[in-house]
């Protein structure tokens, strides 16, 4: 390994299983010191009696790296706070924050109740945002203390995220938040060090088990295309110091394919200068379509 994250303190989320473990494991290779954070819940965010954060740390520590672990919930105040603490208590400072933590409640539009939909968002993106805020109020008062970080965020949308998934208006909808925060906290906490990225990966974990079923039997040529442990080298880089100059984009990553995403920027436009009637509306509406690249197709259809 390069050990590009020598010495940098990285907290990842949702890192006792499938890609937050990956990318635990994948940081501890390149030399950086872990907090491994995992509430020990199961798929559909209920409580988990065996958290797995511990086996992870250990896990790390038995290769010769550094890791402690954080069962805290990060969609609390509290636990996003206790995370940071954690990694300044035990190592002195933070350098890289992983937001990955997150679980399942599928239901169609009509069938998806109010704590399904509550529930989801909670951990996903309040889950982002509240430990995106407080390690970004210890990155501004190290700035403001004249010692300016090189910190890095990598969050975690998702293809749902980006075109929509049937099935998944919570996850959908939550997803598609945390590119929004990730493009506001790029632009806010660039004056104070900090970059902020996201990824949409797709790889086999407990949340995607039956998704991507049939990839999971036949992996091609020795390489499963599935494997969380593909996303994970972009996720180092991300959090590393080599990564100067990347902010405020969302990277695709699975297998091996890493693809820059390219979102919403104005197409076609036209101007009348004056107000519209209803049906010139729709004919102008009409005829710029025609000019305009079809969306992608929401998953599951």
Known sequence: MSGICHRRVVAVTGAGRGLGRA??????????????NDLGVGLDGTPDPHSPA????????AAGGEAVAHAGDIA?????ATLVG???????????LVNNAGFLRDRMLVNLTEDDWDAVLRVHLKGHFLTLKHAAA???AETRAGRPPAARVINTSSGAGLLGSLGQGNYSAAKAGIVAL??????????????????????RTRMTERTFAAAMTAPEAGFDAMAPENVSPLVVWLGSDTSQGVTGRVFEADGGRITVMEGWRPGPTTDKGARWAPAEAGEAVRKLLTRTTPPGPVHGT
């Open 54 to 61: 511990g086996q992870v740390a250990r896990e790390i520590r």
């Open 23 to 36: 990318h635990a494991l994948a940081f501890a290779a390149e030399g950086a010191r872990v907090v491994v």
């Open 76 to 80: 609390t105040p509290e636990g996003a």
């Open 138 to 140: 210890h990155w501004r």
């Open 86 to 96: 954690t990694a300044l208590d035990t190592y002195g400072r933070l350098d890289t």
């Open 182 to 203: 990730t493009l506001v906290a790029a632009a806010e906490l660039a004056r104070y060090g900090v970059q902020v990225n996201a990824i949409a990966p797709a790889a």
